[in-house]
């Protein structure tokens, strides 16, 4: 298999540090549609020496943010919830979108007491991302919290059919099998095992 840096090696004339950055060039843009959720633009942009296009561009005009609830005994506390956008089933992380003003750390730690009724410990920062980068400005932040406070049945239950709290060695199981559909779910966790966090 031919990796992108043989590739590079393999063109005419190259040296290294030869290869010219490619950076879109953003000439304008407009709006199509916008709403307190979302917002729908194109975008003029202009691949260098190649051509000049409108880009459908998604605006997210609020980041979001989620926990990963872990306790050592009892293992990841997950919602089995029905997601009408996709009509699927499946575990997630709670999260949600950043309120106007408030910090993703916080953000984090509300929506996991708001959404299970438990309160997490301490929280870490594990990562954050663009979801959808060739199409969207989104941001996904993900903490973790090594304990939690049960204070009572969650504030908003109208997020989840269950909350349980999940056995680590069951995370890869859940995602082999296709229980674990919500991306923001899935990176946080595959990122969290992937660096032994958990």
Do not use: K
């Amino acid at each position: 298999m031919t990796s992108r840096g043989d590739l590079a090696c393999s063109l005419p004339g190259y040296r290294p540090g030869s290869v010219p950055r490619v950076q879109w060039r953003v000439h304008g843009e407009r709006s199509i549609y916008s709403s307190e959720w979302v917002a729908l633009s194109l975008v003029d942009v202009e691949i260098p020496g190649e051509r000049r296009f409108e880009h459908h561009v998604i605006r997210m005009p609020h980041n979001a943010a989620g926990t990963i609830v872990h306790d050592t005994s009892r293992g990841v506390l997950l919602l089995w919830r029905h997601r009408f956008i996709t009509d699927t089933w499946g575990w997630e992380i709670p999260a949600g979108r950043l309120e106007p003003g408030e910090q993703p750390i916080d953000a984090a730690a509300r929506e996991a007491f708001e959404e299970t009724g438990w309160r997490p410990g301490p929280l870490e920062h594990v990562t954050s991302w663009h979801p959808s980068n060739g199409s969207s400005d989104q941001r996904f932040h993900a903490f973790l919290a090594h304990s939690a406070e049960h204070v009572g049945p969650p504030s908003d239950p109208g997020e989840a059919e269950r909350i349980e709290w999940v056995p680590v060695d069951e995370l890869r199981a859940i995602m082999q099998r296709g229980e674990m559909l919500d991306g923001l779910s899935m990176t946080a966790l595959c990122y969290a095992l992937a660096f032994g966090l958990l």
